[in-house]
């Protein structure tokens, strides 16, 4: 074993086929760290540099790391309409302060076919006034889909914004039986 193997941060990484488009799957020991939708060579590229940089280790290709294989199972299950919920170890470590509070309120207080508004949401963080931060915290979310910003709505039921564009949070939101399947 190399003498500073163990203390190193490892970042381990896949990219998956979805119907919204191919996701990055990140993880670190501690869990999965980053979903990032697009996934393009480029898209894929620039998240990973990024990682590399806030984390302090070079991300390497490795599907079949446990962790990653069972997030890429559970990822394939969900979309398939077989997975509500995401059972998985996350790193919370490239998000913090409010922003972490509110995300991890979510992750565990909106299941799957339900919605939630963003005020709303501040409000179970006891910020009742924040909307506007809660919809900032929504967009710097470092794992969506497993973390499902995609039920927070607007209060007037409007669909509100999305880090994955707003077709691929009609399409989450329709395979949870939130809205119709769109037509096109």
Not at 155 to 167: A, C, H, M, V, W
Request: aromatic share 6%; with cysteine.
């Amino acid at each position: 074993m190399d003498s500073h193997g163990q203390d190193e941060q490892r970042i381990v990484w896949s990219v998956v086929g979805t119907d919204i488009g191919p996701l990055l799957l990140a993880a670190t020991r501690e869990g999965l760290v980053n979903v990032v939708f697009h996934a393009t060579d480029a898209v894929r590229d620039r998240a990973l540099d990024r990682l590399a940089s806030r984390l302090g280790a070079e991300p390497v290709e490795a599907p079949g790391s446990p962790l990653l294989a069972e997030a890429i199972r559970q990822v394939a299950a969900y979309f398939a309409g077989e997975r509500r919920d995401f059972d998985l170890p996350l790193d919370w470590s490239l998000i913090s302060g409010f922003n972490r509070e509110v995300l991890r309120e979510l992750a565990s207080g909106v299941p799957y076919g339900s919605v939630v508004g963003y005020g709303d949401l501040a409000g179970r963080v006891g910020q009742p006034g924040a909307a506007q931060a809660v919809g900032a915290a929504m967009g710097a979310n470092p794992l969506p889909v497993v973390v499902p910003c995609h039920r927070v709505l607007e209060s007037d039921g409007g669909i509100g914004g999305f880090g994955g564009g707003l077709e691929a949070k009609r399409r989450l939101l329709a395979l949870e039986g939130v809205l119709p399947e769109p037509l096109f």
